[in-house]
């Protein structure tokens, strides 16, 4: 299966035969081919459906983790980045940690969960956000794919379900796919998760968690409302899932006067919280903040010493150091403007009234695309060979395909925002050419 599943023969959403079936076609132990389909859907090549049958996953030859490769000649609207023409002004924090005297502490093995320092400076971040915690429920991680990683390792175990949007994040499948968990996807709507599609999945499914991305969805750029937020938290505590909320954009309402209440905040006692430092700051610093309940606590730093051994206190020095200093927070405030104006840019070129799902002004977008024939490598390649990376929306589908393609844009991965135009001109010139908008 796996052999014709690469050379083309079995494509994405091919509906198997029953195991019973190809028992007997080929003559073999039913007993095998039940292994043969449940290690095929622990591997991520096939999912099934309940009372319908075993299809070919979408992207069960594919690597669909998203990272950057960038060429000087390419408009890249595909990684979601953080305006990283912001890096520089992180320069003289870079340089006035480094000329301490007292750098060499930062050197060793020791606080492999970050200093108190750190961390007390983390929970004074955190509070602005919305999220209270004590220092000793906070640990210091390598980035936010870092924090993940951490918590499927230390809360889960293989074949374990969670619980995600229908699109959902590209390397959170791939991770989940690398470790044997499954997704179970759970549709949605323009104010989040839809609750009922939950609570019908909590029952059919034995689920054990739940991610989301409660402030900005990736890919879909959804912001879930706090009325979705307190109607899901119910269905989360009736059937007692553990909640991972991925805050990689919080910092974006983080001076609004009536904050929309975390999921976790609703949750404390099951939830795990991450906010990467990524697209705040810089990316290149991998620093994220974990914050825990206590009887998460020695699983999660378990978990966290086991892979990382320690999280870089270099890193997490002059993260503190710039939120100390204000620069974290005028970095913050340069990059919300240039997503304003990038998503203002946007709205202009393709004249798209968002009727369907409400979009934050952040840092991605979604296309919608017509009805066609052409399939997401197919599209992906044409607009590469054009000269313009985007993702298609297969990337970040978990279970059927489903009438619903989109591209989704990056409005922060342009090396200046003055390219971003002709970027996006030239992406609606080449859809236009090919009837896809």
Not at 10 to 36: K, M, Y
Not at 38 to 48: A, D, I, M, P, R
């Amino acid at each position: 299966m796996e052999s014709d599943i690469a050379k083309g023969i079995l494509l994405p959403g091919t509906r198997l035969p029953s195991q019973r079936e190809l028992a007997d076609f080929l003559d073999i132990n039913f007993t095998t081919v039940t292994r043969a389909y449940k290690l095929s859907e622990q591997l991520g090549l096939t999912y099934g459906l309940i009372g319908k049958g075993t299809y070919i996953a979408q992207a069960a030859n594919k690597t669909i983790s998203i990272s950057s490769l960038y060429k000087d000649s390419l408009f890249e609207l595909g990684l979601n980045s953080s305006f990283e023409q912001c890096n520089s002004m992180l320069n003289t924090t870079i340089a006035d940690v480094a000329a301490k005297s007292s750098i060499e502490k930062l050197l060793n093995y020791k606080n492999a969960v970050g200093t108190v320092f750190h961390r007390q400076v983390a929970a004074n971040y955190l509070a602005k956000l919305g999220i209270k915690a004590k220092t000793e429920n906070i640990a210091i991680t390598s980035g936010g794919q870092n924090a993940l990683t951490i918590i499927l390792l230390g809360l889960f175990n293989p074949n374990d379900k969670i619980a995600v949007d229908r699109f959902t994040y590209a390397n959170f499948i791939a991770l989940a796919k690398m470790i044997n968990i499954k997704l179970v996807p759970i549709d949605f709507d323009g104010e989040g998760m839809i609750a009922a599609g939950l609570e019908k999945a909590c029952r059919n499914s034995n689920l054990r968690g739940i991610y989301l991305m409660t402030g900005c969805s990736n890919p879909t750029g959804i912001r879930m409302s706090e009325k979705r937020r307190k109607t899901l938290a119910g269905v989360i505590k009736k059937y007692g899932l553990i909640v991972i909320e991925d805050d990689y954009l919080g910092f974006i309402g983080m001076d609004n006067e009536n904050k929309i209440v975390k999921l976790s905040s609703l949750l404390p006692k099951q939830s795990v919280y991450i906010c990467s430092m990524s697209k705040p700051v810089a990316a290149g610093l991998r620093v994220g903040y974990l914050v825990f309940p206590d009887a998460y606590r020695q699983n999660l730093q378990q978990a966290l010493c086991n892979i990382n051994v320690k999280t870089s206190s270099l890193d997490a020095e002059i993260i503190t150091q710039a939120l100390l200093t204000g620069t974290a927070y005028k970095i913050m405030h340069k990059k919300l403007q240039l997503a304003l104006k990038a998503n203002a840019i946007f709205s202009a070129v393709f004249d798209i009234k968002e009727k369907e799902y409400k979009n934050t002004p952040a840092f991605i977008k979604w296309l919608p695309l017509k009805k066609n024939n052409l399939g997401a490598e197919a599209i992906e390649s044409l607009l590469l060979a054009n000269g313009i990376r985007v993702f298609h929306s297969d990337r970040f589908l978990v279970g059927p395909k489903i009438n619903h393609e989109f591209l989704r844009i990056s409005l922060s991965a342009t090396q200046t925002i003055g390219l971003l135009k002709p970027a996006l001109t030239k992406l609606k010139v080449v859809l236009g050419e090919q009837k896809l908008i």
